[in-house]
Each structure stands twice: as structure tokens, then as C-alpha cells.
């Protein structure tokens, strides 16, 4: 007939055995306290080498202090390991299933936006480097930094000194050529109508011969001289250049005359050019040079002016090869920089490059050259800085959303651990708009998803389905 336990019996086991346990520590301390035995069974007394007197003339022994220290170095060891193995012993009874501690969230529904964001410099949407490659000393400067100009405005003036002798020069050039060709022409126009009148003449005089010839009048002999001057006078006319009936200088005449022009030209241009024009509408962003100095060898080889239509700002990036594919043109943008000082302007995508290129610092990945277009004017924005880009790339409202770190990819799935029943429960999903720090998590496998689910904030393999776990408070 078996006995019942009683609830309490187990704590009064407990006590019993750490009675038990307290009375071997003792019956051991009494042992090294004991005297020791000689051979034969009897016990031996304690030699003592020290001791004094007492008042009634007796010795009073002294234990050594070596001998006392080493006894009561055991006998605290074995008290404080009694203590320890009946502490752990208490501690550690009905305990040995408590479960892997874990932080959970409650699964919540939000809307979560994926963003793409570069960073890039600001410009204007027109600009130009105004450049001169005059080598001659600039002798006036007509604008400063931060002043507006209209296209044609004259922003400086090189000493034109040389430029117009050289002028000069081109010019008589051109004339000499000029009237070589026309005295030329009044030669060959006189000489071809001379020609033509030989000509005539040689032909009238060889069709009368002929007639002569055929009647004997004259030797074969002056039959062929007459052909042969016929011959002579068709050849003289015939070497002459011919215009509209009228004979004309040969054309290297002309070609004289066009590398005269085309020098003289050059040469004016030049001279213009010694007046320094914008070529844009805009504001003058930069002055790297000044008077004295010449054009054409300004310091480390910037040009003299720099000038932006400022009008119109756009933002340049380059988007990753990566990410290119959700980029569109007409695709809105929200723009921040630090000179906006919290505050954000609208842009909106207005080119994309259609080819790309290297990334740099020794990466392979290419990048692809992308205008963003600053919507309004009047912004806290300004060329030459560097902005940031925000794109929108997809949205989703009302969506289950967990933090990227709450995700477990076993390599083949990707899961999201919740606590059901203080046991762990792998649900398969897929994932879908992934924000900064959250994604969007659809259940896969005909699963479903609850609002309230107890959801591993940071889930590692070791959380099996049907794994035992106590929830941290958080």
C-alpha cells in the first residue's frame, strides 16, 4: 500500500538532507580535532613545545600556531563548500526546464515606404567656363562675383594692340590677292577673245585650202601647214578657263584669294574675342583671374569666369547600377541639405544618362548619371553644395511591418519567429516594401498573420519550432 505525499514533504526532504549534510562536516572537524594514534592502537598526546605557568604552579600548554592556522584554513573551506552545495542545492530543485529567454513585439500594421537616397552637388541648370586663348594682358575687368549678366554683356577686355596690326597685315593680304585675281581676269578675257579670233581665221583659211588642195592649186605640203595651224589657234583657245563666254583667271587664283579671306577672318574674330562676352544669361559664380594677367594663362588652368543661370537649379547624383531600374524620369523627389536647416524642396527627375559609368575608389560597381530638377525659385538652395535626393520608390498602407532585425533566412526561407504557448513557431514569409529600418512581411504558405502575435525581436537558429522560452519584459 503505497504513502501519499504530502505537499510539503519535499521541502522537509530538502531540510533533512541539509541536516545530514551539516552533521558530516562536523563529524569530519572532530576527526582532525581528535588525537592521533600510535602503532598499537593507543592514542598519542600532543607534544606541546610552549606553555606557561599558571598562578598555582601548573603548565598551561600552547598549541603551535602553524598547526592551529593550517586546521582552521580546512575547517572554513568546509563549511563554506557545505554552505555553497546546500544553497545550490535549493536553488536548483524543480528548475531545470525554465526555457531560453526571449524579447518579443507584438506584430503591428503601418504603412512603410522604400526610399532611394543620393547625395550630389548643385548646380544651375545652364552654365558656362568662359575661357580666352588670346595670349595677351586682360586691361579691364567689367564684373565681380555674385553679379548678373545677360548673354553678349562684355565681362572683360584684353590689350587688342597686336591683334590689330595683325588685322591689318590679313587685310592687305586678302586685297593683294584680290586684285591679283582681277587683273588675272581682264588678261584671260582679252587674251581668250584674241583666241577665239585666231581661231575663226585658221579655220576659215584651212576650209579654203582645202577647196585649193582639191583642185590643185596647192602642194600637200601647204595643206598640212594649214591644218596645222588650224590645230594650233583650237589649242590656245582651249587652254583658257571659260566663264559664261567670257575668259577667267585659272583657280588658284581663287584659292589664293580664300586662304586670304580665311586668315583675315581668323584674325578679326581674334580682335573681337579681345572683348570678353557671356555667352549665357546668369550669374557670375566665380573670378579666377584680373587685370595684368593674360588670358590665356590663368592659374591652374581655371577659367577666367564661371557663370550659372541660377534661375533654374538641378541636383546631380549617380544612381548605383543596382538601383537604376526604379528610377524613372518625372519621378518626384524631396531634396534636403544642411543650408535648408531642417526645411525640404520638391524636385522631380528630368534625366537619366543612357549609359553609365565607373563608380571610382577602385569599385566595380557603375553608377549612372541622373538630373534632378529643383522645383520653384527663391529656395534656400545654392549652387556648388551638396544636397540629398529622396526618392520614392513604393509604398504600401496598412501593411504587417517588422524591423529587418526580427527576420530569419535559413537560406532557402525567410521566416519571422513568434511565441505561441511559451513555445517558438516559425512563420515562412516574403517580404515586400522594405522601408529604412522596417520591411513588410506577407505570410507565405497559406500561413496568416494576427495583429497582437508575439514577434522575436532577434530571432538566431537555435529557435527551433516547438523550442521552450521564457518572454523578457522588456
Same mark, same amino acid.
Given at each position: 500500500?503505497?504513502?501519499?505525499?504530502k505537499?510539503?514533504?519535499?521541502?522537509?526532504?530538502?531540510?533533512?538532507?541539509?541536516?545530514s549534510?551539516?552533521?558530516?562536516i562536523?563529524?569530519?572537524?572532530?576527526?582532525?580535532?581528535?588525537?592521533?594514534?600510535?602503532?598499537?592502537?593507543?592514542?598519542?598526546?600532543?607534544?606541546?613545545?610552549?606553555?606557561?605557568?599558571?598562578?598555582?604552579?601548573?603548565?598551561?600548554?600552547?598549541?603551535?600556531?602553524?598547526?592551529?592556522?593550517?586546521?582552521?584554513?580546512?575547517?572554513?573551506?568546509?563549511?563554506?563548500?557545505?554552505?555553497?552545495l546546500?544553497?545550490?542545492?535549493?536553488?536548483?530543485?524543480?528548475?531545470?526546464?525554465?526555457?531560453?529567454?526571449?524579447?518579443?513585439?507584438?506584430?503591428?500594421k503601418?504603412?512603410?515606404?522604400?526610399?532611394?537616397?543620393?547625395?550630389?552637388?548643385?548646380?544651375?541648370?545652364?552654365?558656362?567656363?568662359?575661357?580666352?586663348?588670346?595670349?595677351?594682358?586682360?586691361?579691364?575687368?567689367?564684373?565681380?562675383?555674385?553679379?548678373t549678366?545677360?548673354?553678349?554683356?562684355?565681362?572683360?577686355?584684353?590689350?587688342?594692340?597686336?591683334?590689330?596690326?595683325?588685322?591689318?597685315?590679313?587685310?592687305?593680304?586678302?586685297?593683294?590677292?584680290?586684285?591679283?585675281?582681277?587683273?588675272?581676269?581682264?588678261?584671260?578675257?582679252?587674251?581668250?577673245?584674241?583666241?577665239?579670233?585666231?581661231?575663226?581665221?585658221?579655220?576659215?583659211?584651212?576650209?579654203?585650202n582645202?577647196q585649193?588642195?582639191?583642185?590643185?592649186?596647192?602642194?600637200?605640203?601647204?595643206?598640212?601647214?594649214s591644218?596645222?595651224?588650224?590645230?594650233?589657234?583650237?589649242?590656245?583657245?582651249?587652254?583658257?578657263t571659260?566663264?559664261?563666254?567670257?575668259?577667267?583667271?585659272?583657280?588658284?587664283?581663287?584659292?589664293?584669294?580664300?586662304?586670304?579671306?580665311?586668315?583675315?577672318?581668323?584674325?578679326?574674330?581674334?580682335?573681337?574675342?579681345?572683348?570678353?562676352?557671356?555667352?549665357?544669361?546668369?550669374?557670375?559664380?566665380?573670378?579666377?583671374?584680373?587685370?595684368?594677367?593674360?588670358?590665356?594663362?590663368?592659374?591652374?588652368?581655371?577659367?577666367?569666369?564661371?557663370?550659372?543661370?541660377?534661375e533654374?537649379?538641378?541636383?546631380?547624383?549617380?544612381?548605383?547600377?543596382?538601383?537604376?531600374?526604379?528610377?524613372?524620369?518625372?519621378?518626384?523627389?524631396?531634396?534636403?541639405?544642411?543650408?535648408?536647416d531642417?526645411?525640404?524642396?520638391?524636385?522631380?527627375?528630368? @534625366?537619366?544618362? #543612357?549609359?553609365?559609368?565607373?563608380?571610382? $575608389?577602385?569599385?566595380?560597381?557603375? !553608377? *549612372? &548619371?541622373?538630373?534632378?530638377? =529643383?522645383?520653384?525659385?527663391?529656395?534656400?538652395?545654392?549652387?556648388?553644395?551638396?544636397a540629398?535626393?529622396?526618392?520614392?520608390?513604393?509604398?504600401?498602407?496598412?501593411?504587417?511591418?517588422?524591423?529587418?532585425?526580427?527576420?530569419?533566412?535559413?537560406?532557402?526561407?525567410?521566416?519571422?519567429?513568434?511565441?505561441?504557448?511559451?513555445?517558438i @513557431?516559425?512563420? #515562412?514569409?516574403?517580404?515586400?516594401?522594405? $522601408?529604412?529600418?522596417?520591411?513588410? !512581411? *506577407? &505570410?507565405?504558405?497559406?500561413? =496568416?498573420?494576427?495583429?497582437?502575435?508575439?514577434?522575436?525581436?532577434?530571432?538566431?537558429?537555435?529557435?527551433?519550432?516547438?523550442?521552450?522560452?521564457?518572454?523578457?519584459?522588456?
Amino acid at each position: 500500500m503505497g504513502t501519499e505525499k504530502k505537499a510539503g514533504d519535499s521541502e522537509e526532504i530538502q531540510v533533512l538532507e541539509g541536516i545530514s549534510e551539516s552533521e558530516e562536516i562536523d563529524r569530519r572537524v572532530e576527526e582532525l580535532m581528535a588525537p592521533e594514534e600510535d602503532g598499537n592502537g593507543k592514542k598519542k598526546k600532543k607534544k606541546h613545545k610552549t606553555g606557561h605557568r599558571t598562578p598555582e604552579g601548573g603548565f598551561h600548554p600552547v598549541r603551535r600556531f602553524k598547526e592551529f592556522s593550517r586546521k582552521r584554513k580546512i575547517i572554513t573551506v568546509l563549511l563554506l563548500a557545505a554552505v555553497v552545495l546546500f544553497g545550490f542545492s535549493r536553488m536548483s530543485g524543480g528548475k531545470k526546464d525554465m526555457g531560453i529567454p526571449v524579447a518579443v513585439m507584438p506584430l503591428a500594421k503601418q504603412d512603410v515606404q522604400e526610399k532611394l537616397t543620393v547625395s550630389g552637388p548643385v548646380s544651375g541648370t545652364d552654365s558656362v567656363d568662359v575661357v580666352s586663348n588670346i595670349h595677351a594682358e586682360i586691361t579691364a575687368m567689367n564684373v565681380k562675383e555674385g553679379d548678373t549678366v545677360t548673354k553678349g554683356q562684355v565681362l572683360a577686355v584684353v590689350d587688342s594692340t597686336d591683334l590689330e596690326r595683325e588685322v591689318q597685315i590679313a587685310q592687305n593680304a586678302y586685297d593683294l590677292a584680290v586684285a591679283n585675281k582681277q587683273e588675272k581676269d581682264k588678261e584671260a578675257a582679252l587674251g581668250y577673245e584674241k583666241a577665239v579670233q585666231d581661231f575663226q581665221k585658221a579655220s576659215l583659211d584651212h576650209s579654203r585650202n582645202s577647196q585649193l588642195f582639191a583642185s590643185g592649186d596647192i602642194s600637200q605640203m601647204e595643206m598640212e601647214a594649214s591644218a596645222n595651224a588650224l590645230n594650233d589657234a583650237r589649242r590656245a583657245m582651249e587652254g583658257y578657263t571659260v566663264e559664261n563666254g567670257r575668259g577667267r583667271a585659272d583657280k588658284s587664283y581663287d584659292i589664293q584669294i580664300e586662304n586670304a579671306r580665311f586668315d583675315l577672318e581668323k584674325k578679326k574674330e581674334e580682335l573681337e574675342n579681345t572683348q570678353i562676352k557671356s555667352t549665357i544669361d546668369g550669374t557670375v559664380v566665380r573670378v579666377n583671374s584680373k587685370v595684368g594677367q593674360f588670358a590665356d594663362k590663368v592659374e591652374d588652368d581655371k577659367p577666367i569666369f564661371s557663370i550659372e543661370n541660377l534661375e533654374q537649379l538641378e541636383l546631380e547624383i549617380k544612381v548605383s547600377e543596382f538601383s537604376i531600374g526604379k528610377v524613372k524620369v518625372g519621378q518626384e523627389a524631396v531634396i534636403s541639405a544642411d543650408i535648408l536647416d531642417g526645411e525640404t524642396v520638391d524636385g522631380e527627375v528630368v @534625366k537619366i544618362s #543612357p549609359t553609365g559609368e565607373e563608380k571610382g $575608389g577602385g569599385s566595380t560597381e557603375r !553608377v *549612372i &548619371p541622373t538630373t534632378i530638377r =529643383v522645383d520653384g525659385q527663391g529656395t534656400k538652395l545654392i549652387a556648388g553644395i551638396t544636397a540629398r535626393a529622396e526618392l520614392l520608390i513604393r509604398e504600401s498602407e496598412d501593411a504587417f511591418v517588422v524591423p529587418t532585425t526580427a527576420l530569419l533566412d535559413d537560406g532557402d526561407t525567410t521566416y519571422i519567429v513568434i511565441v505561441q504557448d511559451m513555445k517558438i @513557431k516559425r512563420i #515562412p514569409v516574403t517580404l515586400g516594401v522594405d $522601408g529604412d529600418v522596417s520591411v513588410e !512581411v *506577407i &505570410p507565405a504558405d497559406g500561413t =496568416v498573420l494576427e495583429e497582437g502575435m508575439q514577434v522575436v525581436m532577434s530571432p538566431g537558429p537555435h529557435l527551433m519550432d516547438g523550442t521552450d522560452v521564457i518572454v523578457r519584459p522588456q
